[in-house]
């Protein structure tokens, strides 16, 4: 499976942006999408995901500010990210596989920079 992630950017403090991405190959690593995300000097951690069914989760720190949704006839997954602050300054990387519980041993996007400045 590849994926091309794009979208982010930078954007102040309490601002949205929107990350997109679209999956290609095989589609049995697929069922689960969604997006982790890196700071700098910190480790990567889960941010959302959501399986071919619509089922979805949410990292709490994000819960009731993100949403994520996809397509399934073309296999693209849409983080939208509203009240952005600036502890959501990471490298989000796109994700996809079998299970939301194991989606981080699938396949893994290009990472995309989201800034947000206060």
């Known amino acids: 499976v590849q994926l091309q992630a794009s979208g982010g950017g930078e954007v102040q403090a309490g601002g949205s942006l929107r990350l997109s991405c679209a999956a290609s190959?095989?589609?049995?690593?697929?069922?689960?999408m969604g997006w982790y995300r890196q700071a700098p000097g910190q480790q990567r951690e889960p941010v959302a995901f959501?399986?071919?069914?619509?089922?979805?989760w949410y990292a709490d720190s994000v819960r009731d500010r993100f949403w994520i949704s996809r397509d399934n006839v073309k296999r693209a997954v849409d983080l939208q990210m509203n009240s952005l602050q600036p502890d959501d300054t990471a490298v989000y990387f796109c994700?996809?596989?079998?299970?939301?519980?194991?989606?981080?041993?699938?396949?893994w996007g290009q990472g995309t920079q989201v800034t947000v400045s206060s």
């Open positions: 190959g095989s589609d049995d690593g697929t069922v689960a």
């Open positions: 994700v996809a596989g079998s299970t939301i519980a194991t989606v981080n041993q699938g396949s």
């Open positions: 959501i399986t071919t069914t619509g089922a979805t």
